[in-house]
């Protein structure tokens, strides 16, 4: 970020931008959400071709201009950018480094289990969308046990005599639906206990007659 760049003034101008912070990745990185909100924005300027402009990274942020410097110099200390005379910072690997192969993790891990593939009638390009948006807020574990809770909860309905099919991937990874953030284990456990519920009481049953059986041969 050049002089000439943040010697502009800033203007009235409406904050019209919107950044989802991927928390696992930014305290993997050791940084504080306003590094981030910023990095992330220069980086999508690099990706585009786009050098950042004083004013462009207030709407897109909310950073005034002092903000910004305070920001940019936080980032060069701790090994992100380097500040030249040019408006486009230099970049280190350490921004890309924080951040999974999140296609290859969808394919081998929540697309599949034990390296069969599970969502037999979806859409993997559409998933794979939602599931992208979903990895920014949640870390892998958390989807990957929603998804093996979820199946777990089709394989008791099954037991229960109700073969449901699996919905679409992009259905369940949608969060319009919520159908990700749903209590699936619980609604397993419900049914398990409705299910072993009549061995139990077949088994007290089964314990009484040998009960009153003994007390008739006692007598």
């Known amino acids: 970020m050049s002089e000439k760049i943040t010697e502009q003034k800033v203007g009235r101008l409406e904050i019209n931008g919107l950044t989802t912070i991927n928390h696992a990745v930014r305290v993997n990185l050791g940084m504080n959400c306003s ?17 950042p402009e004083v004013n462009h990274v ?49 394919d081998q891990e929540f697309w599949r289990k034990n390296g069969k ?16 948006e979903l990895r920014k807020v949640h870390p ?10 979820y199946l777990e909860y089709l394989s008791w309905e099954k037991k229960r005599g109700f073969d449901r099919a699996i919905m679409a991937a992009e259905r369940w990874l949608n969060p319009k639906n919520e159908y990700f953030m749903t ?9 398990k206990s409705k299910f072993d519920k009549p061995k139990a009481q077949a088994v007290n049953a089964q314990q009484i007659t040998a009960t009153e059986r003994q007390k008739e041969y006692d007598k």
């Open 58 to 106: 207030y709407r897109k942020t909310g950073f005034t201009l002092e903000e910004q410097k305070i920001v940019a110099r936080s980032l060069e200390r701790k090994g992100f950018i380097a500040i030249t005379s040019d408006p486009m910072p230099l970049f280190t690997s350490k921004w890309e480094s924080g951040f999974p192969d999140v296609e290859k993790e969808f």
């Open 183 to 191: 209590d699936w284990k619980a609604m397993s456990e419900q049914i």
């Open 35 to 51: 590094e981030y909100v910023l990095m992330n924005y220069l980086f999508q300027c690099k990706k585009n071709g786009t050098p």
């Open 140 to 149: 892998k574990e958390v989807i990957i046990e929603a998804r093996d809770n």
């Open 117 to 132: 593939v599970v969502w037999l009638t979806s859409s993997k390009k559409a998933s794979f969308k939602f599931y992208n």
